[in-house]
């Protein structure tokens, strides 16, 4: 079997971490004898100084003939001046678009080992495990009047928040089968009190949820979910929401496990799924060796089992997680008392041997 992966390390930590991602898959290449074909392309500020433009064609062209794409992340003070088409975070909407991922889907597991590690006292947060499954394409980043004008005394700024039937129900359906593999709960979140568009939210995915009689809905509104993510995270299972709102709530439910370098996420939705760690470019950190590489090593866990169909081959890459953890090795965000600080390459270097003594 082959897979052909998209590389794109993307800026800032993005060319430190991703060297990381595929040491994993070559060591899960060998155990597996699932042959990983992989190539590499510019995005977004990297882009931008090669090319002029975030998602260039070519780049562009390769995602969508591969299997699967592993981003690095993009971004950084040096491209914030550019015109706002022009700017690195408009690959990461361009690919979203362009390769239909409607659905993004950020876990927030608790790693035992970092309990510590969270602000949160750790009766509240242990144990925690939720899947927030955000919209992706459709919302106020896409909808459309939207613009920035002239009016008689300075400027006016508007975007359109927006959602169809059609965009309400795939995205619902993500959520509910995914509580199906999981504790069977759903919380739909959104603002039905006063936005007609989630009104509409609320109204579609209940007769959504009607074909998922193992399932149980509840709705919640998103101010009201941002509080009790803090107060009581277990009540959760899976959160599924708009764009705006899953992007506030998937960095908040990411913050509750200690560090957002920890995490994974998935955008599926057509043929070709794009994977990467959640958090940013982090430019002040960039080449200094100090990146947390285990966001990305997870994102090809999630790799391993939404487009590759191997899932025993993805735990073990969260099991070598574990036990690296286990074994008091962090780097700099998630250091601790007792703890062994370890930089980019050589966390990679702990869990990549943990991942070769699984398989021996």
């Not at 920035?148 to 619902?172: D, K, L, M």
């Not at 089968?177 to 939210?201: C, F, M, P, T, Y």
């Not at 947390?292 to 073990?316: F, R």
Request: with cysteine; glycine share 10%; charged share 20%.
């Amino acid at each position: 079997m082959k897979t052909r992966i998209a590389i794109l390390p993307g800026d800032g930590i993005g060319p430190e971490i991703m060297p990381q991602a595929v040491r994993v898959l070559e060591a899960i290449g060998q155990v597996s004898g699932h042959t990983f074909e992989l190539t590499s392309a510019q995005v977004g500020g990297a882009a931008i100084d090669a090319t002029g433009f975030p998602l260039p064609q070519e780049t562009l062209e390769l995602a969508k003939a591969s299997d699967a794409v592993l981003l690095g992340a993009v971004g950084g003070p040096k491209w914030e001046g550019l015109d706002y088409e022009r700017r690195p975070e408009r690959a990461l909407l361009g690919l979203r678009e362009q390769l239909g991922l409607f659905a993004n889907l950020r876990p927030a597991k608790m790693y035992a080992p970092l309990i510590e590690a969270s602000s949160l006292k750790p009766d509240i947060i242990d144990g925690i495990d939720v899947l927030v499954v955000r919209e992706l394409t459709g919302g106020i980043y896409f909808g459309k009047p939207k613009g920035i004008e002239e009016i008689a005394n300075g400027h006016r700024g508007f975007n359109t928040e927006v959602y169809t039937t059609e965009e309400i129900h795939r995205i619902a359906k993500v959520a509910f089968q995914a509580a199906q593999k999981r504790r069977g709960l759903v919380h739909s979140i959104d603002k039905a009190n006063v936005l007609e568009s989630s009104e509409l939210w609320r109204r579609e995915v209940i007769k959504v949820h009607q074909n998922f009689s193992d399932v149980e809905l509840r709705h919640m509104y998103v101010d009201n979910c941002a509080m009790q993510l803090v107060r009581y995270p277990k009540q959760f299972d899976v959160i599924v929401t708009t764009n705006l709102f899953g992007d506030i709530l998937s960095d908040e439910a990411a913050m509750l496990t200690g560090s957002i370098g920890m995490l994974p996420s998935a955008s599926v939705g057509a043929t070709v799924g794009m994977f990467e760690p959640i958090h940013g470019s982090a430019p002040d950190i960039a080449g200094k060796n100090l990146a947390n590489p285990i966001g990305m090593m997870a994102s090809v866990a999630m790799m391993l089992t939404y487009a590759c169909d191997l899932p025993k081959e993805a735990q073990l890459i969260e099991t070598a997680i574990q036990k690296t953890l286990e074994q008091s090795y962090r780097t700099k965000d998630i250091e601790g008392p007792g703890t062994t600080l370890l930089g980019t390459r050589e966390m990679g270097d702990q869990i990549v041997k943990q991942l070769k003594e699984l398989v021996a």
